[in-house]
Structure formats: structure tokens, C-alpha cells
């Protein structure tokens, strides 16, 4: 049966809708252009590190408004180490940032695009805030490296996570044949010698892109995040996250149906909607007020500029893990479930 509806209140439900849809990305300041964002909190502080020259910083107190504070590296005088392992290398990509043995360990790619003569460097640092007097980034050196015909598998976007006996372990891996992941010394921040062990964490698609590993542990799982598809083409982006999870650090780990990730599983947490074209490479910060997911998206009202994008992260009764809406925005309803 057909209802009537008065000509104002179509004019008003017209004007909601173009509201949720047009509504600006929640993150203000300096948001733009972001790609591969990492995040740590120290204080009232939340420290963002992202791709590009000699990784940038920014800075938040409330994860809605940020400020460029500098870089980690002086892009004109990279690492020798870094430019020897890998020629022709002009910045740094995908870092990650974790707390451990009372410092802070960025872990970050050295590489050149579309190729899987890469390497995993690492800096540390006693405090992130630049005021401090103890502020500096200290050059650790070569981590992991992946050598064309050598090695399956591409040492590029670490991520570090500690197991319940507070050892750290790096997953990494883009492309080629997977994900994969290795143990590391608490003292050094290093492989500890004679460890060769590279467990894989999910496997490689074919033509299908799969990178990105972010991992964390909450309750009693450890849930792997991965970017899957295509990043880095603008608007025309496939990006999106998928999840599994693990009682084991080192997997295997499986979708909400069950299936490893080493064999082809998944569970879809955020896809590509509206303006926020694929959406990938994520953070995950677990906060009592509410765990939250950062990640870039390629924003298709801004002619496809990597834009920074902080959401809420629910978990439903079973333990898995959606994204929300964009925290500080209003609420959306186009995103796919």
C-alpha cells in the first residue's frame, strides 16, 4: 500500500541523506596526505608515524585534531645501511611503533616499489615527546631483509606484538607468497641469533594483494589484521581489512567460519564506501573507553588524497571484531556489512 508523504518532509529526509554522505572525514589538521598509519599513545598524548621521506610525526590529545610535529629521519641523510641494502631507496615506508625494555622501537620498510629487495630497519627511542630534553632517535640497523630470487617473501609493513611471556614478535610481508612473522630479542630488538624461523601467517593470492599484518591480543586471542587487495591507485583503490584469530601468537590463524588464513580465510572488518575508497593498512588501539581502528583511506572528494581516518572498533558476543563509523562524525549508515 502506498502512503502518502507531505512534499516538506521529503525535502527534509533529501536533505539527511545528502548530510551522511557528504560529511567531511571526522580526523581535522594535518591529515593529509597519510598513508600506513601506526599509532602509540605515551601520556596524554597519541603519537601517529606514518609513510613518507623520514617518516612523519604527528601528534593528538584527543584522536579527532592533528599536528605535524617533525620526522624521524632527516630525509637528505637516510641510514647508509639502509641505502647499501637497498639501492635506489629515496624514504621509508609502513612503520610501526611499540614499547618494550623501557624504550620505543619503530620498526620501519626500506624498499623500492614492486620490488621484494626490501628490508626491515629499526630506531629506537626513550620518549616520543620532541620537548623532552632525552628525545632522540637512535639508528638500531638491519632487522629482517628479503633478496629477489633468494626469498619468497617480501620484508616490508612490520608490525610488533608481545605474547603473554612479553616476547616480542614481528610479522611482516606484502605480496609474493604471504604473511609471515619471526621472533625477536626483548634486549635488542633484534632476531636473536641463530633463529631462522619465519612461521607463515596467511598465505599469498595470486594476483590478489595481501599485506599489512597488524596484530593484537585481547582477551584470550590474538586477532591478525590484513590489508587485502589493491592500495595506492587514489580513488580507483580495492583496499580492505580482514581478520582472523589465534590463541597462539604464531597462528595458525582462522576466520569467523573457520578457515586459516594460510588458506585462504578472512573475516571482512572494514570495505571501501562513499568518498572512503579503500580503506587499509590499520592500526588498532585497545583503550578502556573503547577500542578504536586507524587506518588511510583514498578520499574520492579530494581527488583520491590518502587521508587519515580513526573509527570506532566493536566487537560482537562471539569475540569478532567490525569497524564503526568515523568517531567525531556524523553517524553513516552506506558503510556494507
Known amino acids: ?9 521529503i ?30 599513545k ?29 620526522s624521524v629521519f632527516d630525509r637528505e641523510n637516510l641510514p647508509a645501511w639502509a641505502k647499501a ?9 609502513a612503520p610501526d611503533i611499540s614499547f618494550f625494555n623501557n624504550k620505543y622501537h619503530l620498526y620501519y620498510s626500506v624498499s623500492t616499489f614492486g620490488s621484494n629487495r626490501s628490508a626491515i630497519g629499526l630506531a629506537t627511542n626513550t620518549t616520543l ?49 604471504g604473511l609471515r612473522m619471526c621472533r625477536l630479542d626483548p634486549l635488542t630488538g633484534k632476531r636473536p641469533p641463530g633463529d631462522t624461523a619465519e612461521p607463515p601467517l596467511v598465505a599469498g593470492r595470486g594476483g590478489g594483494a595481501i599485506e599489512a599484518p597488524f596484530i593484537v591480543r585481547k582477551g584470550d586471542h590474538f586477532y591478525l589484521f590484513v590489508s587485502f587487495d ?24 582462522v576466520d569467523r567460519e573457520g578457515k586459516k588464513m594460510t ?14 575508497n579503500g580503506p587499509g593498512h590499520n592500526a588498532v588501539l585497545l583503550e578502556p573507553g573503547g577500542d578504536r581502528i586507524l587506518h588511510h583511506f583514498y578520499d574520492g572528494e579530494a581527488n583520491g588524497v590518502p587521508t587519515l581516518q580513526v573509527r570506532a572498533l566493536h566487537w560482537d558476543d562471539a569475540g569478532w571484531p567490525t ?12 558503510q556494507p556489512r
Open 263 to 276: 588458506e585462504g580465510g578472512g573475516t571482512v572488518v572494514l570495505r571501501g564506501y562513499g568518498r572512503f
Open 129 to 177: 615527546n620532541p620537548a623532552d630534553k632525552e628525545y632522540r632517535w637512535e639508528d638500531a640497523g638491519l632487522v629482517i631483509a628479503s633478496t629477489p630470487k633468494e626469498t619468497n617473501w617480501n620484508a616490508i609493513d612490520p608490525n610488533v606484538v608481545l605474547d603473554a611471556d612479553g616476547t616480542p614478535w614481528l610479522s611482516f610481508g606484502s605480496f609474493w607468497s
Open 85 to 93: 641494502a637497498v639501492p635506489g631507496v629515496k624514504g621509508f615506508w
Open 42 to 70: 605515551q601520556g596524554d598524548w597519541y603519537y601517529l608515524f606514518s609513510t613518507g621521506g623520514g617518516l612523519a610525526v604527528r601528534r593528538s590529545g584527543d584522536l579527532l585534531h592533528w599536528d605535524r610535529i617533525g
Open 230 to 253: 589493491i592500495c595506492c591507485r587514489g580513488a580507483k583503490s580495492t583496499y580492505h581489512v580482514r581478520v582472523g584469530r589465534s590463541k597462539a601468537v604464531e597462528g595458525p590463524y
Open 11 to 40: 525535502v527534509v529526509v533529501v536533505a539527511v541523506v545528502t548530510l551522511v554522505c557528504a560529511a567531511a572525514p571526522a580526523q581535522t589538521g594535518d591529515v593529509r596526505p597519510v598513508h600506513d598509519p601506526a599509532v602509540i
Open 1 to 9: 500500500m502506498l502512503t502518502a508523504i507531505h512534499p516538506t518532509a
Open 323 to 334: 569497524a564503526g563509523d568515523p568517531i567525531g562524525a556524523p553517524t553513516a549508515t552506506t
